[in-house]
């Protein structure tokens, strides 16, 4: 008897000494998953807030989603879907079943596509339900996660029921701001798939050079039609992170694109060749 209590007193302080180790740390966590040829950025706050920016394009994300957030505060206070395309969507509807999600941010485009009339249809449920919130992109629409600052860059107006021609270009832009404990301040550029078109509708919109961007995560996986030159040199990322699958059809990323990045000195990750980019402050 003494022998199974001795083991059970050690399961449980074996328990409470592993439950104690997945509570904040006091850090900003910005991991770029790696769920192959797609998009999935998780973001937490030094006080635990969890924020999930696309999904990719499987159920990868579940696997990245484990190892982060403890199995006993299934929570996500954020969940993003930058655009409608696949390799950002799908992971997300695996996630809204697994996970409590707090807030959806959309922009509310019309395109025609299985998995984006599923994941509406589900959230639009929850919604009914009371169990989240839902809220639409656009650039004076910002949000507040624990101490990390959301800005909104793009859209620049609501789209919400509106054709694009090109759907990239709908993608949800972010400009994440926050402080360490010295009173730094810290810069975290997201851009979506956004190309051109759009790069330049917020080269126009914001007067300002951000020359402090810390990071950035290359547009459209670093495609060839994004990440033109003048939008980097408005930003001046220190730091550019590529989100692509090994040996993917589509080439990303394209040596056009490295070449800018090249240009203006930055340091370039890819998930293709490191598997998932974490960052701590």
């Not at 975290?188 to 126009?204: C, F, M, R, S, Y």
Request: charged share 25%; aromatic share 12%; proline share 2%.
């Amino acid at each position: 008897m003494k022998k199974y209590f001795l083991i059970i007193l050690g399961l449980c302080y074996f328990g409470i000494f592993w439950m104690l180790s997945e509570l904040p740390d006091g850090k900003i966590h910005v991991d770029f998953l790696d769920v192959g040829q797609g998009d999935a950025v998780f973001i937490k706050s030094s006080y635990g807030h969890n924020v999930l920016i696309d999904g990719g394009p499987k159920s990868d994300v579940l696997v990245e989603l484990n190892r982060r957030i403890p199995f006993f505060m299934k929570e996500i206070d954020l969940m993003v879907l930058t655009h409608p395309h696949s390799d950002h969507l799908d992971g997300l509807i695996k996630v809204l079943e697994r996970y409590k999600v707090e807030n959806v941010l959309i922009t509310g485009v019309e395109y025609k596509n299985s998995y984006y009339k599923e994941f509406l249809k589900d959230i639009a449920e929850k919604a009914g339900q009371n169990s989240l919130k839902i809220h639409f992109a656009e650039a004076n629409f910002d949000f507040v996660v624990g101490d990390i600052y959301f800005d909104t860059i793009y859209p620049i107006k609501s789209i919400v029921g509106k054709n694009f021609k090109n759907i990239n270009n709908s993608s949800i832009g972010f400009l994440i701001k926050f402080s360490d404990k010295n009173g730094g301040i810290h810069r975290v550029l997201l851009n979506g798939d956004n190309e051109k078109e759009a790069e330049d509708a917020i080269i126009k919109t914001y007067s300002a050079n951000y020359a402090d961007i810390e990071i950035f995560k290359a547009s459209h996986h670093a495609s060839k039609t994004a990440n033109t030159i003048g939008f980097l040199e408005k930003f001046r990322p220190k730091n550019v992170v590529i989100s692509c699958g090994e040996g993917n059809s589509f080439g990303h990323p394209h040596q056009e694109s490295l070449l800018n990045f090249q240009k203006i000195g930055a340091a370039v990750f890819r998930t293709d060749l490191s598997g998932t980019i974490q960052f701590e402050w």
